[in-house]
């Protein structure tokens, strides 16, 4: 998949019906991940999570950070590898101060994902 693409999805897809859906729909991410991530190649999962990290770090999306963690996450999974893409590890200090102001489990999903990483630290 277009990593531009996965960013339109993302936001008009994802976002716009979580937005409207969530509370009738507790199924809604889950089948996003599945729909969308789980379909990727490594390599697109890889490049996707640049996108994903520019989103991440956006204001106008700060109150979807743990849906977008945990796309992040399926994302990270996804990718098959150890190696940071760029814009994540660019942004990582800007997504952790996001991450401290949200709930534990954004912290958890967070830590997780950085323990893929090998990283312990922002």
Not at 7 to 12: A, D, G, R
Not at 46 to 51: G, S
Not at 89 to 114: D, H, M, Q, R
Request: net charge negative; glycine share 2%.
């Amino acid at each position: 998949m277009n990593p531009n693409n996965f960013e339109h999805i993302l936001k008009h897809e994802l976002l716009e019906d979580f937005e409207r859906k969530s509370e009738k729909d507790e199924w809604l991410l889950s089948r996003f991940i599945e729909k969308y991530v789980h379909t990727m190649s490594a390599s697109s999962a890889f490049d996707c999570i640049n996108r994903l990290a520019d989103v991440l770090v956006d204001i106008e999306y700060r109150k979807y950070t743990g849906v977008l963690l945990e796309v992040l996450s399926a994302l990270v999974r996804k990718s098959d590898t150890t190696e940071i893409p760029v814009n994540l590890l660019t942004n990582i200090p800007l997504i952790g101060i996001s991450v401290e102001k949200n709930t534990a489990y954004c912290k958890t999903v967070f830590s997780e994902i950085l323990s893929f990483y090998r990283m312990t630290e922002i």
